[in-house]
């Protein structure tokens, strides 16, 4: 968020609503439409870069897991106590210890690769999707960061059933989310409403700044 804005309390309805999530989670998918509040889908098809471009195509080519490299052994010592503190956290929403370890390894590298806070997109895919793979929104958007089936006619083949795929969905979601906040020069506000359809508006950047909160981490603090 830039110098000077802070974010405003959520309202109690909305507050509220992110703590439902908790039960929302033993609901059957076939209810999920209707059960998860409607976040993204406001994304406007637009020009996009060649890199912006290349970026998307690389994830459709591949949905595993990416191959994470360290320059030292503290690096991936690092590494290691953030996975382990956020596997912990995580663990209500994703129970299975090797679908949260790749989660959150996918999650890791594409922040980093496209120069985001690593809590600020847990706190997105928070806001959109509850930790969902398959959460679809009622105007079409899919997956973790409800990526909307138009960028796959843009960049791919059209196979909106890709946006599934866990790298997919999430090297969308962290690439686009970049691509705006640049437009924004750098204004994270502002590019998070233009990732929503509802540029200027504080209640959708509010959400996921709230959401941030519960996924930073102090390296100095190891827990």
Request: aromatic share 10%; with cysteine.
């Amino acid at each position: 968020m830039p110098a000077g804005r802070t974010a405003a309390p959520l309202p109690r309805s909305a507050a509220a609503g992110l703590r439902r999530r908790g039960l929302l989670a033993a609901l059957p998918a076939s209810l999920m439409v209707s059960a998860l509040p409607v976040y993204a889908g406001g994304q406007l098809e637009e020009p996009l870069a060649d890199s912006v471009r290349s970026a998307l195509r690389a994830a459709v080519a591949s949905s595993e897991p990416p191959e994470l490299a360290f320059a030292s052994t503290e690096a991936k010592l690092s590494y290691l106590r953030w996975l382990a503190a956020m596997s912990d956290r995580l663990y209500r929403r994703k129970a299975d210890a090797q679908v949260r370890r790749e989660f959150l390894q996918t999650v890791w590298y594409e922040s980093r690769r496209a120069g985001l806070d690593v809590s600020l997109v847990l706190g997105l895919v928070e806001v959109e999707s509850a930790f969902r793979k398959f959460a679809i929104s009622s105007v079409g958007a899919r997956g973790y960061m409800q990526i909307m089936p138009f960028w796959m006619r843009v960049i791919g083949d059209g196979d909106a059933g890709k946006l599934f795929h866990m790298q997919t969905n999430l090297r969308f979601g962290c690439v686009i989310l970049r691509h705006y906040l640049d437009r924004e020069r750098g204004d994270m506000f502002m590019a998070l409403g233009r990732y929503n359809g509802s540029r200027g508006k504080p209640p959708y950047p509010n959400a996921v700044f709230a959401a941030q909160r519960k996924w930073l981490f102090d390296p100095a603090s190891r827990a």
